[in-house]
Structure formats: C-alpha cells, structure tokens
C-alpha cells in the first residue's frame, strides 16, 4: 500500500510563508507526476501545482508568482514552498503521486500506473 504523508501545515497571517512537505513510502517503484491540491470547506479540490518527472511544472493562476513546487528526488520528498500567502489560501493541502507502486512492478504490472493521496494538512491564512 502506498503511503503519502504531508507536513508543515499550519496558522499564519497574511503575507507570511509556509513551506508544506510530502514524503513517499518505500512502495513506490516510480513516479510520473507529482502534484498539490487543496481544498477549501464546501468547495471541491483543486490542482494548486504539479511537477512532472522531467521537471515541468504548472500552476494554478491564483498561485503564480507566489507558489513554487520541487522534489527531492534521493529523499522522496515533494515540497510546496508557499509565500506572501492570503486568506483565500486556507485549504486543507493534498499531496498526490501518478505512480507504479514496487509490488505492481515486481508482479509485472508495469503499467498498472495509479493516483495516490496523501491525508492532508491544513493551512489557515488570518487577515
């Protein structure tokens, strides 16, 4: 099974930073695309960036200029380094993995790609 587990969220006034983190599990043979979603109470989840494997990223408008996706690729890490930060920004954050999971791999399903989420962690933004 494999496991995503975010950290860093938090309480932070407007203007301030925040940088979440994603770490993968050893189930993960490989990884296609990396991503951030969030989603705020009673609206429903939105892509905030991805970072594929060859290193191209996308953004959501709202978050451009502000937002910046990354990967430590030796230590599985997946960061979401979040500046001058606004109110609009509170959300529970998800991290999300398009990968092969090892035991997918080592049964020969090499195509058996599947999206994998994280638990989330919350990021409240005060005015």
């Known amino acids: 099974q494999v496991k995503l587990l975010e950290s860093g969220g938090g309480l932070v006034q407007a203007g301030g930073s925040l940088r979440l983190s994603c770490t993968t599990d050893r189930a993960i043979f490989s990884i296609n695309t990396m991503a951030w979603y969030r989603q705020a109470p009673g609206r429903q989840r939105d892509l905030v960036a991805s970072l594929t494997s060859v290193g191209e990223t996308n953004y959501a408008d709202s978050v451009k200029g502000r937002f910046t996706i990354s990967r430590d690729d030796g230590a599985n890490i997946l960061y979401l380094q979040m500046n001058s930060l606004k109110p609009e920004d509170t959300a529970v954050y998800y991290c999300?993995?398009?990968?092969?999971?090892?035991?997918?791999?080592?049964?020969?399903?090499?195509?058996?790609?599947?999206?994998?989420w994280g638990e989330g962690t919350l990021v409240t933004v005060s005015s």
């Open positions: 999300n993995a398009e990968a092969l999971s090892y035991s997918d791999y080592v049964l020969g399903y090499s195509d058996n790609v599947k999206n994998y």
